[in-house]
């Protein structure tokens, strides 16, 4: 079946570091990828996504780039900022004709600590 | 905007109790779908519905059941409540469509606790 792996965390970083948290993906087709993220207390937001292959999805000076030859999905950003503090989840789902649907399956989570 | 309601948020129960979780999705939506997450751990698929039939199902306990009713609004219902049923469960819900992409939004979560 499907599976996420995601690096080991957790991941503990200063202000303005540059971060990366890395994501590879086992999936029958091709399926659309995805990061949440979680924090403390509330539920899950959906922070990026890619549909296909060479797609980069961002937001918030977040990316992650869909990488099909390597099965990656690696999440990276420039210089985080304290408000980052939070568990990021990277997930998939089935696709179909470029559309995704269905349910998702997550990786572990990683825990992110960012220190002023 | 409208966002996924879940309720209660919080809940208490007792071993071998049942439960009934809520999950009202965001209006015009039509599926929903349940995750739990145990301690620490990263969300799984429970089951999901599409115009109130179950579309899939994930690793769900035979003790708990769930549906979709005719507002679309879904419930969870957990009987036999066991220790390690002390779980985060989440209802996404989404507009399902096959010509265009398919967000889930979350819910904030019902943080169940079996004692």
């Known amino acids: 079946g499907d599976s996420v792996t995601q690096m080991e965390g957790p991941v503990t970083l200063s202000e303005e570091a540059f971060l990366t948290i890395n994501c590879t993906y086992t999936?029958?087709?091709?399926?659309?990828l995805f990061w949440y993220v979680q924090y403390p207390g509330e539920g899950l937001q959906l922070l990026l996504k890619?549909?296909?292959?060479?797609d980069k999805g961002s937001n918030k000076g977040f990316e992650a780039t869909y990488r099909k030859e390597t099965t990656s999905f690696h999440l990276e950003k420039g210089s985080v900022q304290v408000s980052d503090s939070a568990v990021y989840f990277c997930a998939l789902s089935p696709n179909a004709g470029g559309t995704s649907y269905g349910k998702l399956t997550f990786g572990q989570g990683t825990i992110l600590t960012v220190h002023p | 905007a409208a966002g996924v309601i879940q309720s209660p948020r919080h809940l208490i129960k007792e071993k071998r109790e049942t439960a009934t979780l809520k999950c009202y999705p965001i209006p015009r939506h039509d599926t929903v779908y349940w995750y739990q997450q145990g301690p620490g751990q990263d969300p799984q698929f429970l089951i999901s519905f599409y115009e109130k039939m179950q579309s899939d199902k994930g690793s769900i306990p035979d003790r708990f059941s769930a549906q979709q009713f005719s507002d679309y609004h879904s419930e969870l219902n957990m009987s036999s409540l066991e220790l390690g049923d002390s779980a985060l469960y989440f209802c996404?819900?989404?507009?399902?469509?096959?010509?265009?992409?398919?967000?889930?939004?979350f819910g904030p979560g019902t943080r169940l606790t079996v004692l």
């Open positions: 999936a029958t087709g091709y399926p659309s």
């Open positions: 996404a819900s989404t507009k399902t469509s096959r010509s265009s992409y398919n967000e889930q939004f």
């Open positions: 890619a549909t296909k292959a060479d």
